[in-house]
């Protein structure tokens, strides 16, 4: 059985046991702080490194952030002048194109006007040159009736072709009278036969009178003495249709006064003959 000594050395080792434990544990813990605190400040000084490298990165960051901003909106800047550039080189070419095309189809139109001005010309000409043939023919056959008409009676030009006088010395009216005599038929036969020999003619006969009388009544008359003369005419051969009658009455005499002699004379039937290819008055 154990003594009494070696129970309180047993009861005695396991308190010192605690107390050693104790203290090695108190010597850790401080060495564990000390380290904890060297290592807490060596983080700090380089946390705070890392903190100012980390702000100067994001200051870096931002400041070409702002440089890709700016050259990003500069970017797209240009791709809108390209754009428009490139609308407007699309929009020149088209107009150009367009004025191209113009110009083409107006060169050709020029050249269509000038060959019909070139061809309205050469007609022209032609037609003025077979005009002036066609007058100078007329004007040849206006000749050829005046002499040939001069013969029979007094026949003289004016600005609206001949007028043939049938007066007291050629064709006789009686006073108050409107019936032609076998020689004033002999005369009006020779008219017809010249005139038929001839074309493009028209004939107006034309009706008068002396003083002798009131207005209406010899008008009246100078109608009647020109319709005698034109039926006879038509009777002779001459168309009709290139026959008219006009009467005048006294309005026109051909000699002023009264007397017997220029009574005669203003009691009268004129035939007024134009050629209807030749432009008179002009």
């Keep these: 059985m154990p003594s009494r000594s070696s129970l ?8 010192e046991t605690s107390e050693r434990a104790r203290g090695g544990g108190r010597g ?19 946390g705070y490194q890392i903190l100012q490298r980390m702000l100067a990165v994001e200051k870096q960051i931002a400041i070409l952030s702002g440089k890709a901003d700016e050259s990003g909106a500069v970017a797209r800047q240009a ?21 191209e095309a113009q110009t083409a189809d107006a060169r050709q139109q020029a050249d269509a006007a000038r060959q019909d001005a070139t061809s309205a010309r ?13 007058r100078k023919k007329a004007e040849a056959e206006v000749n050829r009736l005046e002499a040939a008409l001069g013969q029979i009676a007094e026949t003289r030009r004016t600005a609206l072709g001949l007028v043939m006088n049938l007066g007291s010395d050629h064709l006789k009216f009686e006073f108050d009278k409107a019936e032609l005599r076998p020689e004033d038929r002999e005369l009006l036969s020779r008219i017809a036969g010249i005139m038929m020999t001839s074309h493009d003619y028209t004939i107006s006969v034309n009706g008068h009178t002396d003083d002798v009388g009131s207005e209406a009544y010899n008008q009246k008359l100078s109608e009647r003495r020109a319709e005698s003369v034109r ?8 168309s009709p249709e290139i026959l008219s009658v006009e009467g005048h009455g006294k ?13 005669a004379k203003n009691r009268r039937v004129e035939l007024g003959i134009v050629n209807t290819q030749i432009r008179y008055g002009r």
Excluded: N, Y
Aim: avoid cysteine.
């Design 8 to 15: 309180t050395s047993l009861a005695l080792q396991p308190e």
């Design 28 to 46: 850790l813990v401080v060495l564990l702080v000390i380290l904890l605190i060297g290592l807490v400040a060596g983080l700090g000084t380089f």
């Design 79 to 99: 791709m809108e002048r390209a754009v428009a550039a490139e609308a407007a080189s699309r929009a020149a070419a088209e107009a150009r194109q367009l004025a």
């Design 122 to 134: 050469d007609t022209a000409a032609r037609a003025q040159a077979q005009a002036d043939l066609v």
């Design 231 to 238: 039926q006879f005419l038509v009777k002779s051969g001459l």
């Design 251 to 263: 309005s026109l005499p051909l000699v002023p006064g009264t007397s017997d002699a220029a009574r």
